[in-house]
């Protein structure tokens, strides 16, 4: 197996003031290139902090992080491959989109990092416009600003934003868990799409066992900073080794769903 990251014993720590709280402790796991690799956990878990320290967002206070076998962090510095290599979508679109920005401007905002020429191939009217198409939008809506949009359309422009760039490793941390029931599935699906399409990697960040099995290859379990359980996804839901894996599945609504549920669902994009 090719790894694209490898996270070794990575910790982090945070201080305030004579305190200090080990948000993630000694963490290990690798991903493969074209892998959608699952962080699920409770609240508070260290999921985000890890996702965090991948994309450059966070210093790891210890460990090792590679990304195509180069060193992620040199010292206190996050060095990426290439600009615009790896992008993260959050959580709540609401709060992640610019509300004095119009949808354009927050989709080609990553392209800053980019040299001259390639920010001009890649922003291109013709790459953009087939973009916000391709992510079930309109060539109009880059005139709009956020607050024109539902929920799961201002996901769709978060997602747009994060893949401008061309990246070969996206984290979606919890991309889906603030939108309604109704819309999320489309969305997921989108995402699936996107990554074939792209020969995209995924971490996906979730606290919903449903969601990973629908979108996730492996997955680690993680808990109180530590992670618990490492395997495949098939493998983990059908023989949990860990006590707080099993709590997890058993309070999956429908263990046996093998889909996230797209029947009754009607488009709102
Ligand atoms: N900047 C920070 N300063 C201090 N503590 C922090 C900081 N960021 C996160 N933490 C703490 O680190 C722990 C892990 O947080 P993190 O956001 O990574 O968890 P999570 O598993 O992603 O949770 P959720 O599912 O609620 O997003 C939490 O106890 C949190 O309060």
Not at 4 to 31: N, R
Not at 182 to 187: C, E, G, L, N, R
């Amino acid at each position: 197996m090719n790894s694209l990251l490898e996270v070794s014993g990575v910790s982090k720590e945070y201080k305030k003031g004579s305190q200090s709280f080990l948000a993630v402790s000694q963490v290990d796991f690798s991903i493969a290139q074209g892998e959608t690799f699952g962080l699920i956990g409770e609240s508070g878990s260290g999921k985000s902090t890890l996702g965090k320290m991948i994309t450059g967002l966070e210093h790891p206070t210890s460990g090792s992080l590679l990304y195509k076998g180069s060193p992620l962090w040199q010292g206190s510095k996050f060095s990426r491959l290439k600009p615009g290599e790896m992008q993260i979508v959050f959580q709540d679109p609401q709060s992640s989109l610019d509300p004095r920005m119009r949808i354009q401007a927050i989709i080609t905002e990553p392209l800053l990092a980019l040299p001259p020429a390639e920010r001009a191939a890649k922003g291109s009217t013709e790459k953009l416009h087939a973009l916000i198409t391709r992510v079930g939008l309109k060539v109009e809506h880059l005139n709009r600003y956020p607050h024109e949009f539902s929920g799961g359309q201002r996901q769709r422009i978060a997602i747009a934003r994060a893949l401008i760039t061309d990246p070969a490793f996206v984290v979606l941390d919890e991309p889906t868990s603030a939108l309604d029931v109704s819309v999320q599935a489309h969305v997921l699906n989108l995402l699936q799409e996107l990554k074939r399409e792209r020969n995209l990697t995924y971490l996906f960040i979730s606290h919903n066992m449903a969601v990973i099995r629908y979108m996730c290859d492996r997955m680690a379990v993680m808990k109180q900073g530590r992670i618990v359980e490492t395997g495949s996804v098939a493998d983990i839901f059908s023989h949990p080794e860990d006590a707080y894996t099993k709590t997890l599945l058993s309070s999956l609504p429908s263990l046996h769903a093998k889909r996230v549920d797209t029947t009754c669902l009607t488009e709102q994009n």
